[in-house]
């Protein structure tokens, strides 16, 4: 029995050794995309954009889920917009309906219209929504795919958003009413 405990305990040891010993992930790197606006009289290109400070990639619709979504992040980019965050969204739909509902909505993000989806697929992403928080640099710090409406995927943003300008956390979601 001594020898079997002697035994797992040295399997543990080399497995903890072998984890301290590995290399770090390096960080998936956003693609170098150059993208026209909806009018294309403007290029976008993602890699000026995250040169300046982090950027918020979502890929997002018009959807149910993702317009109760829409206020949080609307409060997430007003909070660290002047700290440098810009927020990027792409809807997959024609240029004329996206742009029908960010003027409905009042939207102050970059937007783009993908009605093929093409973006999508350069993200490697098979969620909506999808959420894509990329730092100076480029490197993709943090992918947060699906809907919450509770506003719950915007905090988690809010707090990486916070570690990367070096602030404090805003909080984006509003507390939860005592029930009377």
Do not use: H
């Amino acid at each position: 029995m001594r020898s079997l405990l002697s035994l797992v305990a040295l399997f543990l040891v080399a497995g903890l050794l072998q984890a301290e010993n590995k290399p770090a992930e390096t960080p998936k790197v956003a693609p170098n995309i150059v993208l026209k606006s909806p009018d294309g009289k403007q290029s976008i290109d993602l890699a000026k954009l995250t040169a300046d400070g982090p950027v918020l990639v979502r890929l997002t619709c018009a959807c149910t889920g993702c317009d109760a979504e829409l206020p949080v992040f609307k409060k997430l980019q007003e909070a660290y917009n002047s700290k440098g965050l810009q927020t990027f969204v792409i809807f997959p739909a024609a240029p004329e309906k996206a742009s029908d509902y960010t003027t409905k909505k009042d939207v102050k993000f970059i937007w783009l219209s993908d009605p093929k989806g093409e973006l999508w697929k350069t993200f490697d992403s098979t969620a909506m929504p999808t959420n894509i928080l990329i730092d100076k640099g480029g490197a993709v710090i943090k992918i947060v795919p699906g809907c919450k409406t509770n506003g719950a995927n915007a905090q988690v943003i809010s707090a990486e958003v916070a570690k990367l300008l070096k602030t404090e956390e805003v909080k984006v979601i509003a507390a939860e009413q005592p029930k009377k």
